[in-house]
């Protein structure tokens, strides 16, 4: 117990300072971004004076170094500022969205994890025939498809041509009332309350979207399974345990265990990277979560949502990285020494 402690606390303590950069960074990075807020909020008829009575009242006149200072002390305390478009809290508005990103982002990378990793070990043990070569033009093609690309060419097919999906607006069907909520993913929310049409709704509604995220991110995890397999296979202790006349299933389930942390790794990445670059997946299938939200704050020069977006994802990848490294803790007993 106290060698996990220890590798806990050595992680928790890069955290903060890593947080504390990306805020500082993207706090100045966003300030870059054109349009005056005071304007978009009061109109291009408002006057001079009102103009720079607004731009006063929200610190816009203040030094950028002052600027941040306060902006860092407010989220010291939890608090990200206000949204002018929805006239509340940053931090309410994300609470409320951000489950349809996750939800969305999830159920994509565990789709893609069902792709990748069986065909990167199928590619991996078979060095010739069709699965290698389908393993190998997948992991090319789906490295060069663009997620919003791929998008929309589903719904012509399943939805204009078809008409098997229902269209692509939302999470649910407005005649259906969502159900109480639980854990914020509809689907579960559902299965909980037994809710069935919602239950039905939300699938379909989810099916595309999930698709997308899917095929899309299969092929980096197929790639690195197949790669850290392969490496695995022809190292010295898988030759030595074939030498020895153990069965080919315990070798090669020996290898793919060997080869977890780096899938892990890139499970990971691509989950953190999701979380904040699902946007234009979002706005295809208007599924309202918090990228589309920060988008639509960046159009309109609404910056709390945007650094609170940034916040957000921020912290909710860290947290991920930290769950990662306590994954490596099991899996590799290097670390327990």
Same mark, same amino acid.
Request: glycine share 8%; net charge positive.
């Given at each position: ?29 966003? &300030? ?6 005071? =304007? ?12 720079? /009575? ?7 006149? &203040? ?20 949204? +002018?478009?929805?006239? @509340? ?7 409320? @969205? ?17 792709? #990748?990793?069986?065909?990167? =070990? ?6 010739? #025939? =069709? ?13 060069? %498809?663009?997620?919003? +690309? ?13 008409? +098997? ?20 993913? %509809? ?25 997308? %995220? ?67 997946? /979002? ?15 960046? %159009? ?38």
């Amino acid at each position: 117990m106290l060698p996990l402690v220890r590798y806990v606390a050595r992680r928790i303590i890069f955290v903060v300072p890593q947080l504390f950069g990306i805020v500082l960074v993207s706090f100045f990075l966003v &300030k870059l971004i054109p349009g005056d807020p005071a =304007v978009m909020m009061l109109g291009p008829t408002a006057s001079a004076q009102s103009l720079a /009575e607004l731009r006063d009242k929200m610190g816009f006149t &203040k030094p950028l170094m002052e600027q941040f200072t306060h902006y860092l002390a407010d989220v010291a305390r939890g608090d990200l500022g206000t949204s +002018w478009q929805t006239t @509340r809290p940053v931090t309410e508005d994300l609470f409320q @969205r951000f489950p349809a990103t996750l939800e969305l982002v999830t159920f994509g990378l565990l789709l893609a994890i069902a792709i #990748g990793f069986p065909l990167g =070990v199928a590619a991996a043990r078979l060095k010739r #025939g =069709v699965t290698r070569k389908v393993a190998d033009y997948y992991g090319l093609l789906a490295g060069a %498809l663009p997620d919003f +690309w791929l998008a929309l060419v589903l719904i012509y097919v399943f939805y204009t041509v078809l008409g +098997w999906i229902p269209a692509p607006l939302g999470r649910i069907d407005m005649a259906i009332l969502p159900p109480p909520t639980v854990t914020g993913s %509809l689907v579960i929310d559902s299965l909980f309350a037994g809710d069935w049409d919602a239950l039905r709704s939300s699938l379909g509604h989810l099916a595309l979207p999930v698709l997308t %995220l899917g095929v899309i991110n299969a092929g980096p995890i197929l790639k690195m399974t197949q790669s850290m397999t392969e490496r695995t296979l022809s190292s010295d202790f898988v030759r030595y345990a074939e030498m020895c006349g153990l069965p080919r299933r315990i070798v090669l389930r020996q290898a793919v265990r060997a080869a977890l942390p780096s899938v892990v790794t890139i499970i990971s990445v691509l989950y953190g990277f999701l979380i904040g670059g699902a946007v234009l997946v /979002e706005i295809v299938f208007s599924w309202g979560g918090a990228g589309q939200y920060a988008v639509q704050g960046v %159009l309109n020069a609404d910056l709390n949502p945007v650094l609170g977006f940034v916040v957000f994802s921020a912290v909710l990848s860290l947290a991920t990285y930290l769950i990662v490294d306590l994954i490596y803790f099991a899996l590799d007993p290097r670390l327990r020494g």
